[in-house]
Nanobody, 127 residues
Framework: VQLVESGGGSVQAGRSLRISCTAS??????????MGWFRQYPGQEREGVAG????????DYATFVKGRFTISRNNARNTLTLQMDSLKPEDTAMYYC????????????????????WGQGTQVTVS
């Protein structure tokens, strides 16, 4: 499984940015993988930002992004998107896309140990 993130960059505080992830080399259909976005500050562990179940019927968000970020998936295009609005300087981090096969309880979507596959990350800088 390969995950490639795109869309990162630099933006002013209060503005919006959309990052995307495209999945390929999948063993099974993309629609059978739950997906998530994580971020990492230098020297710190990755933290869950948002996650979505395989079917897209459930999502979860970290408290610090609720109401500002929206996760969505397109199972026909094998893509995952994170729409980030009202960005803050503290949102500056490396953002990673992650995938895991099968069913997951929504409460586990923000746990990095739930995921088997990771992208290389895309940098988001808010100033």
């Amino acid at each position: 499984v390969q995950l490639v993130e795109s869309g990162g960059g630099s933006v002013q505080a209060g503005r919006s940015l959309r990052i995307s992830c495209t999945a390929s080399s999948l063993t099974y259909s993309y629609s059978t993988y739950f997906m998530g976005w994580f971020r990492q500050y230098p020297g710190q562990e990755r933290e869950g930002v948002a996650g979505v179940t395989a079917s897209g019927d459930a999502t979860d968000y970290a408290t610090f992004v609720k109401g500002r970020f929206t996760i969505s998936r397109n199972n026909a295009r094998n893509t995952l998107t994170l729409q980030m609005d009202s960005l803050k300087p503290e949102d500056t981090a490396m953002y990673y896309c992650a995938a895991g096969p099968g069913y997951i309880a929504p409460r586990l979507l923000l746990s990095s140990s739930s995921y088997a596959y990771w992208g290389q990350g895309t940098q988001v800088t808010v100033s």
